[in-house]
């Protein structure tokens, strides 16, 4: 079946650092691909998604790029912000509606 | 647009006693919603798949008779905790999914706090 590997957390950075978060899956066919945030107490929120392979998906300075050949999907930002602390989660879904759902890593943010 | 609500946000109750859960999507008609179960530090737990005017598709290990779905209209469904106990304290979050022509995509209530003393 489907999953989603994350590097586990936390990951604790000074702010402006550079932000890599790992995420690799296995799937059939060509899944869809997502990183939602989660603020402390809080829902999930959609950060980026790529539905094909190269895709780049970006938002809010995070940006991660659609690896077929190595099942990636790496979530990137070039200078973290207090605020950017949370836990990301990495999914995907395989043409149905239902996600699977990566463990989750928490990131720390200090000034 | 796309903007999913739950309610209660956060609920204290007593064993024994029974707690529902509302999920609505509040500009958009949802056939299909999620309910998901997160526990401190875990990720999300996919508890049920609502569909509308039909029966919940429960995941494995999910007692459907404790936790009760319902999907009566396009833009609500409700979760309802049985006989919570102790153990039933978690966050539940909801999710509603959209799909047009050249998207699909679920989109998440802020999600419920219980807590059963």
């Known amino acids: 079946g489907d999953s989603v590997t994350q590097m586990e957390g936390p990951v604790t950075l000074s702010e402006e650092a550079f932000l890599t978060i790992n995420c690799t899956y296995t799937a059939t066919g060509y899944p869809s691909l997502f990183w939602y945030v989660q603020y402390p107490g809080e829902g999930l929120q959609l950060l980026l998604k790529?539905?094909?392979?190269?895709d780049k998906g970006s938002n809010k300075g995070f940006e991660a790029t659609y690896r077929k050949e190595t099942t990636s999907f790496h979530l990137e930002k070039g200078s973290v912000q207090v605020s950017d602390s949370a836990v990301y989660f990495c999914?995907?879904?395989?043409?149905?509606?239902?996600?699977?759902f990566g463990k989750g890593t928490m990131l720390l943010v200090s000034p | 647009g796309a903007v999913v609500s739950q309610h209660p946000s956060w609920v204290i109750c007593k064993s024994g006693t029974s707690v529902k859960i509302e999920c609505r999507s509040l500009d958009f008609q949802a056939t299909t919603m999620f309910w998901y179960r997160q526990f401190p530090k875990q990720s999300l737990m996919l508890m049920a798949t609502?569909?509308?005017?039909?029966?919940?598709?429960?995941e494995q290990g999910v007692e459907k008779d404790k936790f009760l779905i319902n999907h009566a209209s396009l833009t609500l469904s409700t979760l309802t905790v049985t006989s919570a106990h102790p153990e039933d304290s978690s966050f539940y979050i909801c999710?509603?999914?959209?799909?047009?022509?050249?998207?699909?995509?679920?989109?998440f209530g802020p999600g419920t706090r219980l807590t059963v003393l």
């Open positions: 790529a539905t094909k392979a190269d």
């Open positions: 999710s509603a999914y959209l799909a047009g022509e050249s998207y699909n995509e679920q989109f």
């Open positions: 999914a995907l879904t395989s043409g149905y509606s239902t996600l699977t």
């Open positions: 609502s569909n509308e005017g039909s029966k919940a598709t429960y």
